[in-house]
């Protein structure tokens, strides 16, 4: 039995998650879905599912990435007892931290050019 298990969270997931959660979770996920793939919005958004599920202690051969990302990533949201408002909030954390970054970057770019 082979699964489509990736080493990070995919962005192929994301459409699964729309009714993971309630309503803001979905207008959450409805937004990230309107976005092009390398918009910071969806970046943090890959980024809190990244931190939410554990990936990067993710082992390709423990029990949890053997059953894939799929059934990982709907196993965390539906242990996840705390409401949507706090996975948003862990969202602007997110996008807080991409921004940060990208910023970053932007400035060592114009002072190497």
Not at 13 to 25: A, K, M, T
Not at 77 to 94: G, I, Q, T, V
Request: charged share 30%; hydrophobic share 40%; net charge negative.
């Amino acid at each position: 039995m082979y699964v489509n298990t990736e080493i990070m969270f995919p962005n192929r997931v994301i459409p699964l998650l729309l009714d993971s959660r309630g309503p803001e979770w979905r207008e959450l996920v409805e937004r990230v879905l309107s976005l092009p793939e390398d918009d910071p919005q969806v970046l943090a958004f890959v980024l809190m599912m990244i931190r939410l599920n554990g990936c990067m202690e993710c082992e390709t051969d423990s029990y949890r990435a053997m059953r894939g990302c799929d059934m990982c990533v709907a196993q965390t949201l539906h242990r996840y007892k705390k409401p949507d408002r706090e996975l948003l909030n862990l969202f602007a954390s997110a996008l807080a931290t991409v921004e940060e970054y990208l910023e970053e970057q932007s400035g060592e770019t114009r002072r190497i050019a």
